[in-house]
T-cell receptor
């Protein structure tokens, strides 16, 4: 069964450093998403991406964040200058035809900012 | 405003019993609802979904009920097994890309 994959599983970084989180969505899916989950809290939407551009973003997704689809398979989330409060699990998701199709989630990347 | 909430933070059931997890939503424009299961250290796993033109949908051992009148969603798990132990989230979306997740209910299954 096809699944969303994410790398790395755990990323530790120093405050102020740049990180890039990587995702490979399900191959025939057209919509891609990033969500985050701070420890013990609910999953929060960050951004959606379709047709090589952001289609929606939340107030969390400020100028420090960017997304890119550098090739036909990868989807990345970059945090330019990490803050302590960026420590969280980051989940990538994808859906086939529309945002109101089922969104399938990857296993997540745990980001720890020291 | 938009909000999705869960009535109970923790539900403990005996193996073999049925479980019912509840969720309230406030956005009457939402038309698609999903239940996800999240095991420790893993991503949300799709369980079952329902659209607003239905009030009940069944899967394997799971049933989702939607009551649009009172904006209430429930997940029923039949013959609960130890492997069902996890946090369960309801999520909703309307004419938007994002899923809005509830706070989660932890299901604990005892032998």
């Amino acid at each position: 069964e096809p699944e969303v994959t994410q790398t790395p599983s755990h990323q530790v970084t120093q405050m102020g450093q740049e990180v890039i989180l990587r995702c490979v969505p399900i191959s025939n899916h057209l919509y891609f998403y990033w969500y985050r989950q701070i420890l013990g809290q609910k999953v929060e939407f960050l951004v959606s991406f379709y047709n090589n551009e952001i289609s929606e973003k939340s107030e969390i997704f400020d100028d420090q964040f960017s997304v890119e689809r550098p090739d036909g398979s990868n989807f990345t989330l970059k945090i330019r200058s990490t803050k302590l409060e960026d420590s969280a699990m980051y989940f990538c998701a994808s859906s086939e035809l529309a945002a109101t199709d089922t969104q399938y989630f990857g296993p997540g990347t745990r980001l720890t900012v020291l | 405003g938009e909000s999705v909430g869960l009535h109970l933070p923790t539900l403990s059931v005996q193996e073999g019993d049925n479980s019912i997890i509840n969720c309230a939503y406030s956005n009457s424009a939402s038309d698609y609802f999903i239940w996800y299961k999240q095991e420790s250290g893993k991503g949300p796993q799709f369980i079952i979904d329902i659209r607003s033109n239905m009030d009940k949908r069944q899967g394997q051992r799971v049933t989702v009920l939607l009551n649009k009148t009172v904006k209430h969603l429930s997940l029923q798990i039949a013959a609960t097994q130890p492997g069902d132990s996890a946090v369960y989230f309801c999520a909703e979306t309307g004419n938007t890309d994002k899923l809005i997740f509830g706070t989660g209910t932890r299901l604990q299954v005892f032998p």
